[in-house]
């Protein structure tokens, strides 16, 4: 049997709860056929079913607090190789991702953790704020201002734009105290439900996020990218409630990615598990 | 043990929001991410090779627009036929774009000062070029505040406590458009240039071997002068002048203009970096090669046995 650690990433909102609550359910409710099957139910699972309880009502998940992190673990097996699977997934919340960029530290549980990852995947959500816009882009857009500079505000950690705090916790894995080494590495585009046009997961990284996709493409040989678009809960729990709850849960879920486009959300995680 | 096997770490910031609310001894602290000191990027070029570009100007000439200018670039997507590769100085480079964002609540973009007490600075960045995907070279960009070469252009004895022209392989020299494009700052800002150029010249900050590019900034305001056509002959007479004195003293000299954060919104983002970057870029831009300090002889086999081993491999 083997154990696949696989670390969970993302800053907070970034829909990594949403994505464990709705694996949960595809292993456990055997709705529609997965790639990953669930072998047997063992172990505290207080964690998951209380997040799954919430996804299938179709609500909109909480943020993850750091007292609530836990490491939630499924037993399952591959259905293609027959390969017998512990998935260990810490629940990490956002915030502590968060912190780790503005207090250039991490805690030693987490470079542990990361000695015994198989690979590891990142989550963010196509559903967000743009980027801070220059005053220049802003001024092409509604002409120039005159206000004085009274609004200023110093520099925080909080406004640099995602994609370069993503790079730099992504560059703090490239050297010690974590081990240098080629490692698998998802990411999933949350909300994929609201990215218009036939764009691949790829385009939209490199169209949203083009200094994550540059970075991501020169260090290959740091990670082993696979780029999956995931819409965990299949539309916006507040205003499309109703159409999701008519809907089998399973068969509102989907996961595009090269090639593929399918409700069976458990296969990046056969991907980064697998040999 | 060696420094080069260590990675550029520091304390967690005493004053960090962090320490004061949890308990430090379980936090492992990772790279700080800030602008490099020189000794930083000494150790770093102790394992790499890297292009050192010093950027020298006077206050509020450009120098931080210019290193910004740069980074915004890559936030956007490729530039100057480069793809970006990483940076250990994310967090000082976004300090420093901070004030050009709509989130700082300025209405006119602005750039953080550099300030005297910081020194010698350095941001970097590793770039990819887009045509040779498996060549990643390092850059260097220095950034000191304004007010140490306005002082060793008054006092030459400060000239040698500026390291950065000689260890660079091409320096750049501001010259503030806005100052140029003001009838009544032009002849001083010019002049401030010229003599910062002889002062470095005669007293070893630039030599035979010395690529200098003299850049004016700001080029939107050129274009808007009253007397956008006396200011362009007057502009062209300072740099004949500047060639026929001193190119025969250096390596190579030669001019440019940018725009790199032009208000109006005239020119784009980073107008003319692009030539710039590309320049900065080219091989002839290296340094001299690090020297390793003398190391303590080893006690013991293991202590030996890493001093054989290669302590950075990877790029």
Same mark, same amino acid.
């Given at each position: 049997?083997?154990?696949?650690?696989?670390?969970? $990433?993302?800053?907070?909102?970034?829909?990594?709860?949403?994505?464990?609550?709705?694996?949960?359910?595809?292993?456990?409710?055997?709705?529609?056929?997965?790639?990953?099957?669930?072998?047997?139910?063992?172990?505290?699972?207080?964690?998951?079913?209380?997040? =799954? /309880?919430?996804?299938?009502?179709?609500?909109?998940?909480?943020?993850?607090?750091?007292?609530e992190e836990t490491t939630v673990r499924i037993h399952a097996h591959d259905r293609e190789?027959?390969?017998?699977?512990?998935?260990?997934?810490?629940?990490?919340?956002?915030?502590?991702?968060?912190?780790?960029?503005?207090? %250039?530290?991490?805690?030693?549980?987490? =470079?542990?953790?990361?000695?015994?990852?198989?690979?590891?995947?990142?989550?963010?959500?196509?559903?967000?704020?743009?980027?801070?816009?220059?005053?220049?882009? $802003?001024?092409?857009? =509604?002409?120039?201002?005159?206000?004085?500079?009274?609004?200023?505000?110093?520099?925080?950690?909080?406004?640099?734009?995602?994609?370069?705090?993503?790079?730099?916790?992504?560059?703090?894995?490239?050297?010690?105290?974590?081990?240098?080494? %080629?490692?698998?590495?998802?990411?999933?585009?949350?909300?994929?439900?609201?990215?218009?046009?036939? %764009?691949?997961?790829?385009?939209? $990284?490199?169209?949203?996020?083009?200094?994550?996709?540059?970075?991501?493409?020169?260090?290959?040989?740091?990670?082993?990218?696979? /780029?999956?678009?995931?819409?965990?809960?299949?539309?916006? /729990?507040?205003?499309? %409630?109703?159409?999701?709850?008519?809907?089998?849960?399973?068969?509102?879920?989907?996961?595009?990615?090269?090639?593929?486009?399918?409700?069976?959300?458990?296969?990046?995680?056969?991907?980064?598990?697998?040999? | 043990?060696?420094?080069?096997?260590?990675?550029?770490?520091?304390?967690?910031?005493?004053?960090?929001?962090?320490?004061? &609310? +949890?308990?430090?001894?379980?936090?492992?602290?990772?790279? +700080?991410?800030?602008?490099?000191?020189?000794? &930083?990027?000494?150790?770093?070029?102790?394992?790499?090779?890297?292009?050192?570009?010093?950027?020298?100007?006077?206050?509020?000439?450009?120098?931080?627009?210019?290193?910004?200018?740069?980074?915004?670039?890559?936030?956007?997507?490729?530039?100057?036929?480069?793809?970006?590769?990483?940076? +250990?100085?994310?967090?000082?480079?976004?300090?420093?774009? +901070?004030?050009?964002?709509? &989130?700082?609540?300025?209405?006119?973009?602005?750039?953080?000062?550099?300030?005297?007490?910081?020194?010698?600075?350095?941001?970097?960045?590793?770039?990819?070029?887009?045509?040779?995907?498996?060549?990643?070279?390092?850059?260097?960009?220095?950034?000191?505040?304004?007010?140490?070469?306005?002082?060793?252009?008054?006092?030459?004895?400060?000239? !040698?406590?500026?390291?950065?022209?000689?260890?660079?392989?091409?320096?750049?020299?501001?010259?503030?458009?806005?100052?140029?494009?003001?009838?009544?700052?032009?002849?001083?800002?010019?002049?401030?240039?010229?003599?910062?150029?002889?002062?470095?010249?005669?007293?070893?900050?630039?030599?035979?071997?010395?690529?200098?590019?003299?850049?004016?900034? !700001?080029?939107?305001?050129?274009?808007?002068?009253?007397?956008?056509?006396i200011l362009a002959g007057r502009l062209s007479d300072f740099r004949n002048k500047l060639?026929?004195?001193?190119?025969?003293?250096?390596?190579?000299?030669?001019?440019?203009?940018?725009?790199?954060?032009?208000?109006?919104?005239?020119?784009?983002?980073?107008?003319?970096?692009?030539?710039?970057?590309?320049?900065?870029?080219?091989?002839?831009?290296?340094?001299?090669?690090?020297?390793?300090?003398?190391?303590?002889?080893?006690?013991?086999?293991?202590?030996?046995?890493?001093?054989?081993?290669?302590?950075?491999?990877?790029?």
């Open positions: 049997m083997t154990e696949s650690y696989i670390p969970i $990433l993302g800053l907070p909102m970034s829909g990594k709860t949403t994505f464990l609550a709705a694996l949960w359910h595809l292993l456990t409710a055997g709705e529609i056929e997965s790639r990953l099957v669930l072998d047997k139910l063992v172990g505290n699972h207080e964690h998951l079913n209380r997040i =799954v /309880a919430a996804w299938r009502r179709c609500e909109e998940m909480s943020r993850t607090s750091i007292a190789t027959d390969k017998k699977i512990v998935l260990d997934f810490p629940d990490l919340s956002g915030e502590s991702f968060e912190l780790q960029f503005s207090s %250039r530290s991490c805690t030693k549980d987490y =470079v542990a953790d990361f000695a015994k990852a198989a690979g590891l995947i990142l989550f963010v959500n196509a559903d967000r704020s743009t980027d801070p816009l220059s005053i220049i882009e $802003l001024q092409e857009l =509604v002409g120039p201002a005159d206000a004085p500079n009274e609004l200023a505000r110093d520099w925080s950690a909080n406004l640099v734009p995602e994609q370069a705090r993503v790079v730099d916790l992504l560059q703090f894995l490239q050297e010690p105290p974590f081990e240098r080494r %080629r490692r698998k590495f998802v990411i999933a585009i949350s909300a994929w439900d609201v990215v218009q046009g036939n %764009r691949t997961p790829e385009q939209w $990284l490199e169209h949203e996020m083009p200094l994550l996709h540059q970075f991501l493409k020169n260090n290959q040989h740091s990670f082993e990218l696979m /780029a999956f678009g995931i819409s965990a809960q299949g539309g916006n /729990a507040k205003s499309e %409630r109703e159409r999701l709850l008519a809907q089998v849960p399973s068969e509102r879920l989907r996961c595009v990615g090269r090639g593929i486009d399918s409700s069976d959300i458990s296969l990046p995680i056969a991907w980064l598990s697998g040999d | 043990m060696s420094e080069a096997k260590e990675p550029f770490y520091t304390d967690v910031d005493d004053e960090n929001d962090f320490a004061h &609310e +949890h308990e430090v001894s379980d936090r492992v602290p990772l790279r +700080h991410g800030e602008a490099m000191t020189a000794a &930083e990027v000494e150790r770093f070029l102790l394992a790499k090779p890297a292009n050192l570009v010093s950027i020298i100007g006077e206050t509020l000439s450009g120098k931080t627009t210019l290193m910004a200018a740069v980074y915004d670039r890559f936030l956007k997507g490729p530039f100057a036929d480069f793809t970006f590769a990483g940076s +250990h100085t994310i967090v000082g480079l976004e300090r420093r774009s +901070h004030h050009s964002r709509v &989130e700082s609540g300025y209405s006119t973009p602005e750039t953080e000062r550099t300030s005297l007490s910081d020194g010698l600075l350095y941001y970097h960045f590793a770039l990819v070029p887009t045509d040779n995907p498996k060549r990643r070279l390092n850059l260097f960009l220095s950034d000191r505040a304004g007010e140490s070469y306005q002082m060793a252009r008054s006092n030459t004895d400060l000239v !040698k406590a500026l390291p950065e022209m000689r260890r660079s392989g091409r320096s750049v020299i501001l010259l503030d458009g806005s100052k140029v494009a003001n009838k009544i700052e032009r002849s001083g800002a010019m002049q401030n240039v010229r003599q910062l150029m002889q002062a470095f010249l005669d007293n070893y900050g630039f030599d035979s071997g010395s690529r200098i590019q003299v850049v004016t900034t !700001k080029k939107d305001l050129l274009d808007k002068a009253d007397d956008a056509a060639e026929s004195d001193f190119a025969s003293r250096l390596g190579e000299l030669c001019f440019a203009e940018i725009a790199a954060r032009d208000p109006s919104g005239g020119y784009p983002v980073g107008a003319g970096v692009d030539e710039l970057l590309r320049t900065w870029m080219q091989s002839d831009a290296m340094p001299a090669p690090a020297v390793r300090p003398p190391l303590p002889l080893p006690s013991s086999e293991m202590d030996r046995l890493l001093f054989r081993s290669r302590l950075e491999e990877w790029p």
